[in-house]
């Protein structure tokens, strides 16, 4: 008798940062094999070997550049090749910067909307493929709170984070009879690696509740996923700004713009 594929949990943004945290909650729960995924060996090994010390949970650590137009498909076919079904996708990896759409660097512009845009799309569409398959499964996408409004300094990074939310409340419709589940996550600023805390007061972020340990994002965000929650916005201060957000007059965004320091309008 053909032994059954293991059922496994696979997240992107793996070594650092929410995902990371995931990874651990994922492993103390115990009921899925992980498939870890970063670009970061190094880093992805620690996180491997850290997670498979404390609760003895299998491990695959796969390495792979999200940022490349043809990583969905080679991912794809590594996880076959391990013979695990992913029951569970964690769509986590991304990037940050700030700065006016006009002096973005054109190839870090562009890493961003392959690691926000084109690779969690496209691994949506090979493992849900999967997943409706097999009449189970579910997936969290994460956007950011950043999707409920527009602002200037962000538009790539905002524009990307709107994309993956509407995204998955398509794609949540469309799987719902098949029995899989699809949440969008959507933290606010996190302490993570994203944020140059040279630029960044981390701490006084931290301590005034406007930066969140990704410990409990991660918390909140596995509680939604498991219970089939369409939605997760961590943290009160998070979801108060959501309709917040909602509520400022575009003329009051644009005159922010106007004046404020850290996006300064050229002269000349």
């Given amino acids: 008798m053909k032994t059954p594929p293991l059922p496994a949990a696979l997240v992107t943004g793996a070594c650092s940062g929410i995902g990371r945290e995931i990874a651990r909650r994922l492993a103390v729960r115990g009921d899925h094999a992980l498939v870890l995924v970063s670009e970061n060996r190094e880093r992805l090994d620690v996180v491997a070997r ?40 964690v769509a986590n990896a991304g990037t940050f910067f700030f700065g006016e759409v006009a002096d973005a660097d054109p190839a870090r512009a562009n890493t961003m909307l392959q690691l926000h845009v084109v690779t969690p799309s496209l691994l949506c569409t090979r493992f849900a493929r999967d997943m409706r398959a097999r009449r189970r499964g ?32 398509a794609l949540r419709s469309e799987l719902a009879p098949y029995g899989v589940t699809v949440t969008t996550l959507a933290p606010g600023a996190t302490d993570t690696g994203l944020y140059d805390p040279t630029v960044v007061d981390m701490d006084r972020a931290r301590r005034f509740g406007v930066m969140m340990d990704p410990g409990k994002v991660a918390d909140a965000a596995l509680r939604a996923m498991f219970s089939g929650k369409a939605e997760c916005v961590p943290g009160a201060f998070n979801r108060f700004a959501t309709i917040a957000m909602r509520l400022v007059p575009q003329r009051v965004i644009d005159l922010v713009r106007r004046r404020a320091p850290w996006l300064p309008v050229r002269v000349g």
């Fill in 50 to 89: 850290e997670v498979f010390a404390a609760h003895g949970t299998l491990v695959h650590p796969i390495v792979c550049d999200l940022a490349r137009p043809e990583s969905a498909g080679e991912l794809h076919a590594a996880v076959r090749a391990l013979g695990v079904d992913v029951d569970v996708l």
């Fill in 138 to 169: 579910r997936i969290m996408l994460t956007s950011s709170i950043s999707a409920w409004r527009a602002f200037p300094g962000i538009a790539y990074y905002g524009g990307t984070k709107t994309y993956l939310r509407t995204f998955a409340a």
